[in-house]
């Protein structure tokens, strides 16, 4: 069972167990009694759960990032928030957009369920918009027949031990989005031209030689987006097992 699953099954017992308690057992109950512990721990956690549920489902949800596909932009370690009313609220669990408060934008870094595995969660960067044709050729990104500019970038202090050796840093400009991205000029992997269908969205991500994404398993349908990466609140390096302070309360761009 999934988490939200999990917090909505647990929202539902404890309201449930403390409707029965209002509607027939307190009435009945002497005035000094002890509330049954089931009750009172029911009362306790009912709100707490509720709270955090509704929080996690509408407003923001917490996410930690596993892998490098997203170097240099996020790194192995990253907690992030992502805004889960970006693109739309949605029921939880059954993911059925009820309201409609906006759509991706090129650019945007997002979290969607994984359209081969929508248990899982992955992290990419919008560069195809529904009706798009998105060309990969020779390191370089074409949207509708036009080249994506881009330019190297020396490496800077913070990155000399997060950039691989050999990768090249390079910047572009996707929609309002000037963002990093690394490539390995000595890897040549999927290249060609993907026509994106209706409602569907094409992502890459920003570690483009080392990253599993629309070029491999296709474009991500809009009723799998889960909202838009926007801040890091905590990054720890698993290796030297402590805080990366200077990038807590990163903007995520």
């Keep these: 069972m999934s988490f939200p699953a999990l917090m909505v099954t647990f929202v539902a017992i404890t309201g449930f167990i403390w409707l029965i308690d209002i509607i027939f057992l307190a009435p009945n109950r002497a005035v000094k009694s002890k509330e049954p512990i089931v009750i009172e721990l029911a009362k306790s956690f009912?709100?707490?759960?509720?709270i955090v549920l509704v929080i996690r489902s509408f407003v923001a949800e917490?996410?930690?990032i596993p892998s490098g596909s997203m170097l240099p932009?996020?790194?192995?370690?990253?907690?992030?928030l992502v805004n889960k009313f970006a693109y739309g609220i949605r029921l939880p669990v059954l993911n059925t957009k009820i309201i409609s408060t906006g759509e991706p934008e090129r650019g945007d870094v997002v979290v969607f369920r994984y359209p081969e595995n929508p248990s899982v969660d992955y992290i990419k960067r919008v560069v195809g918009l529904p009706g798009d044709?998105?060309?990969?050729?020779?390191?370089?990104?074409?949207?509708?027949?036009?080249?994506?500019?881009?330019e190297a970038k020396q490496?800077?202090?913070?990155?000399?031990g997060i950039v691989p050796i050999g990768h090249e840093l390079r910047t572009e400009t996707l929609g309002e989005h000037k963002h990093d991205y690394l490539i390995d000029p000595t890897r040549r992997l999927v290249e060609g031209e993907f026509v994106?269908?209706?409602?569907?969205?094409?992502?890459?991500?920003?570690?483009?030689?080392?990253s599993n994404d629309s070029r491999y398993w296709g474009t991500v349908p809009?009723?799998?987006l889960v909202g838009a990466a926007f801040f890091i609140w905590m990054s720890w390096d698993w290796n030297a097992g402590g805080i990366v302070w200077n990038r807590l309360g990163s903007h995520i761009d």
Excluded: C, Q, W
């Design 133 to 150: 044709t998105v060309g990969y050729f020779a390191k370089n990104i074409y949207i509708n027949g036009t080249l994506v500019s881009s």
């Design 155 to 160: 490496k800077t202090a913070d990155l000399l």
């Design 62 to 64: 917490p996410f930690r």
């Design 73 to 80: 932009t996020l790194h192995v370690g990253d907690f992030i």
């Design 196 to 210: 994106i269908p209706e409602g569907e969205y094409f992502m890459m991500g920003d570690n483009r030689d080392n």
């Design 46 to 50: 009912f709100p707490i759960i509720l």
């Design 222 to 224: 809009e009723e799998n």
